[in-house]
């Protein structure tokens, strides 16, 4: 008996040692966790961080997160709690109502309008995104508004009903597609067009484990992009052609949700079909992609759809990332943004049910403060037509302005101070403000995904 007491002593001892053996030996590889994490860093104790006892709680927070086997720990407990509850414990994923197919819950709430805008917001941005595209048609360039297909859309049957049960009845893709068919923005809309053909397509365009379209989706709608283009320019194209299909597997972002629930088991999914591509000889236009994660399915390497399609212009994630990456590093806080964009032929500004309330990404206010920062410095006798376009638009928005500054009391007496102060006219001040007010609603606010 004793000795049997003695080797359970042992064995509980050493499963007690096992994670600091690990920690320090690092002899099991163990498959890091998926999502987004900040790792504490190593702590710098001093004399201060004791006494204020914030030493001990970083401390105590670093050697939990260095804990050897923590990464396994973690994907054990989720599993535990899946298996006997259904639970998922990553912030993100949600099983639909069939127990199999998964969303991101952004999507849904977007779709159900709890991060609806407001109409007056939506109407403004489409109004700027109008301005700029006949701005830039005037110089060649052709922007491109692109929604992209949302699982939400695809799959509204399969939307819990706790999510249901807070619909809003309205939400921001219905509004921004009302008002830029007002407003005659020239669009694409590849929601509404996979929605609407749901059951005609030979392969799925999604897999139950992701959020995002499969390979074979994002191709359809690259092949529409690539026919639009053609008839825009007049030119023969490239073309993707797909010549064959892969069932044994998943790829890149095919099972994006089931990675970020950290869990030890598969789970089971639909076959998802992904493509291999030839392409044919054509011309390849210069394209810029401003987009959501929605690109980064025919932009991986294994993919490269746009690398094969077009000529240089590139993919910048949420307007601010710049890929391929350039040398030195930078993102579009270092570029010449205005030229950049200038410098292309098409410019697409992509985004999903997911994004579609931080859409445009800031590209409005990052266009608009460039051409405003050239446009004060010319002669209006030497306008052309996007300069023409753009000075219109200016001068009403300094109208407008104006008129909130005489309908707002204090505003106004406060302009009126300035005026007597610097001993200038009322109208003078006026604009002063106004145009101050304008050049500041422009500026880039930074957004950062």
Not at 277 to 288: A, D, I, R
Not at 421 to 430: K, P, R, W
Request: charged share 20%; net charge negative.
């Amino acid at each position: 008996m004793k000795t049997f007491k003695k080797i359970w002593f042992l064995v509980l001892l050493l499963l007690l040692l096992l994670p600091m053996l690990q920690r320090w030996l690092q002899w099991v590889d163990e498959k890091p966790l998926d999502g987004a994490f900040v790792e504490t860093p190593r702590p710098v104790v001093t004399l201060k961080t004791l006494f204020n006892e914030t030493a001990q709680d970083s401390l105590m927070t670093y050697c939990t997160e260095q804990s050897g086997f923590r990464k396994t720990l973690i994907r054990l407990n989720n599993q535990l709690l899946y298996s006997a509850f259904g639970k998922v414990s990553a912030i993100g994923p949600v099983k639909g109502k069939n127990g199999q197919t998964f969303f991101e819950e952004s999507y849904i709430i977007s779709y159900t309008g709890e991060t609806f805008i407001g109409e007056e917001k939506i109407n403004t941005t489409v109004q700027q995104v109008k301005l700029i595209q006949e701005m830039l048609r005037a110089k060649g360039v052709t922007l491109l508004p692109v929604f992209a297909l949302g699982k939400a859309s695809y799959y509204p049957e399969l939307i819990p009903d706790r999510y249901i049960a807070k619909s809003w009845g309205t939400n921001n893709y219905q509004v921004y597609l009302n008002a830029l068919n007002e407003q005659q923005v020239e669009m694409i809309d590849f929601n509404r067009y996979f929605c609407d053909r749901k059951d005609q397509f030979e392969h799925p365009l999604y897999c139950d484990l992701s959020a995002h379209w499969t390979v074979y989706a994002a191709s359809l709608a690259i092949d529409s992009l690539v026919r639009f283009m053609e008839s825009v320019n007049h030119q023969t194209q490239a073309h993707a052609i797909i010549d064959s299909f892969d069932t044994d597997g998943l790829m890149n972002q095919d099972d994006d949700l089931y990675r970020m629930m950290n869990i030890l088991l598969p789970l089971p999914h639909n076959t998802v079909d992904n493509p291999h591509f030839s392409f044919t000889e054509g011309y390849k236009p210069k394209v810029l992609a401003i987009a959501d994660s929605y690109w980064w399915t025919v932009w991986a390497w294994n993919v490269a759809l746009p690398e094969n399609l077009f000529s240089d212009g590139g993919f910048w994630f949420y307007n601010k990332t710049i890929y391929p990456e350039r040398d030195p590093l930078v993102n579009t806080d270092a570029i010449n943004y205005k030229q950049e964009i200038e410098d292309q032929e098409f410019v697409l500004l992509v985004c999903t049910e997911a994004t579609n309330h931080l859409w445009p990404y800031g590209f409005i206010e990052r266009y608009l403060s460039g051409y405003d920062e050239v446009f004060n410095w010319k002669d209006p006798s030497t306008y052309d037509a996007a300069d023409s376009l753009y000075s219109a638009y200016r001068a009403a928005e300094i109208e407008r302005i104006t008129q909130r500054i005489l309908d707002t009391p204090e505003w106004i007496e406060n302009v009126t101070k300035q005026a007597e102060e610097q001993q200038i006219t009322l109208e003078q001040a006026l604009w002063n403000n106004a145009e101050y007010t304008y050049r500041t609603n422009i500026q880039p606010n930074g957004f950062v995904r």
